[in-house]
Nanobody, 121 residues
Framework: VQLQASGGGLVQAGGSLRLSCAAS????????VGWFRQAPGKEREAVAA????????YYKDAVKGRFTLSRDNAKNTVYLQMNSLKPEDTAVYYCAADLSYIGPSGRYEYWGQGTQVTVSS
């Protein structure tokens, strides 16, 4: 599976962005997908994940209520809707996929290249 993350950009605080994680391959619906982010000078951290059946988990209290995961298996795409963005959300966001694992660690087998999200104050 090849993953392509997109949708990042520059937005003012309070704004919204929708990130997409598009996958090649017809079996994407079998994969759990996670989103991670890495801010400059900081370690990568898990943000959220969605199971193959569409159940979402959010790993950071700071994004709960603001970020929403969804997936469209017909389009081989997972979406991360980010609302009420804050400067501290600034990071490179990565998506990752795995047939069996789902969780906050980096154990996913496949990774996308990342998309930059910058939130100005």
């Amino acid at each position: 599976v090849q993953l392509q993350a997109s949708g990042g950009g520059l937005v003012q605080a309070g704004g919204s962005l929708r990130l997409s994680c598009a996958a090649s391959g017809r079996t994407f619906s079998s994969y759990n997908v996670g989103w991670f982010r890495q801010a400059p000078g900081k370690e990568r951290e898990a943000v959220a994940a969605i199971t193959r059946s569409g159940f979402s988990e959010y790993y950071k209290d700071a994004v709960k209520g603001r970020f929403t995961l969804s997936r469209d298996n017909a389009k081989n795409t997972v979406y991360l809707q980010m609302n009420s963005l804050k400067p501290e959300d600034t990071a490179v966001y990565y998506c990752a996929a795995d047939l069996s694992y789902i969780g906050p660690s980096g154990r996913y087998e496949y990774w996308g290249q990342g998309t930059q999200v910058t939130v100005s104050s």
